[in-house]
């Protein structure tokens, strides 16, 4: 059975609701309710028509260190045949509402509801929206650490509905990941997962290890430790957790708990020069 993603589709609140919300900022994590992706905080890209997006997270001091995360909102008959201006970043996509038509070193492909890409740097791509529905994706993008010796991974087109999830162990199935790149595949230095607890499930320990993290929530809601506080997050927050940030998950229910999981992997850690 194919999932129900959530997406942002903007609007604006009326001026009788209450300004309390969820938006946390702080020098471990930060968390971006749905309710504050607005059509005020859209934002344009050259050579992309018919398009906005949100920018959930981007390189800057204090926040997002290693990557940018953009939720991309297609208009029909819109789209880009330059989409990406820089030709050191990777990217991913994942589509979460509509279909993409994607081409990719001349080949087309159709990204439907759970499409994935990996795009590797100095990707020959373009995208569109060739269908009467409003296109929405997430588009996660990051400079390519390339390492002498190994070469830069291949382009890879799939769907999550056709992936088999990784079962954590000792839990009866209430926990899995599901893996669009083998983690033994060192050439990559970012994995995008989606991550399913079910109701009741937890992450059982405070995990606490090098890797940066972007969670998106595509469906249903949890209890989230972020180093000291419990918070609760719903299908459509966004979750930023700097490296070694203490964190562990309470699946609420009544439905699977699912976020999109962004993180930095295999590749010495950069050391400052010594003097």
Known sequence: ??????????????????????????EAYAVIPKGTMRDIVTSFLPFWDK???????????????????????????????????????EGVLFVVQGAATLTVNGETHTLAEGGYAFL????????????????????????????????????????????APNVMPDTDGAWATTRFVDPTDLRHDMHVTIVTLQPGAVIPFLETHVMEHGLYVLEGKAAYRLNADWVEVEAGDYMWLRAFCPQACYAGG??????????????????PPRG
Do not use: C
């Open 51 to 89: 398009t906005r997006l949100w920018v959930i997270a981007r390189p800057l001091s204090g926040f997002a260190e290693t990557f940018s995360q953009y939720i991309m909102e297609v208009a029909p008959g819109g789209g880009s045949d330059q989409p990406e201006a820089d030709a050191k970043a």
């Open 1 to 26: 059975m194919s999932a129900k993603y959530f997406a942002p589709t903007g609007g604006h609140p009326p001026q009788t609701q209450l300004l309390t919300d969820r938006a946390i900022f702080t």
């Open 120 to 163: 590797p740097p100095s990707t020959d791509w373009t995208l569109h929206n060739a269908t009467d529905d409003m296109l929405r994706f997430h588009w996660i993008r990051k400079s390519y650490e390339a390492v002498p010796g190994l070469p830069a991974p291949e382009v890879i087109i799939a769907n999550e509905n056709d992936i």
């Open 254 to 271: 009544p439905g699977p708990f699912r976020y999109l999981l962004y993180k930095d992997v295999n590749r010495h850690m950069a050391l």
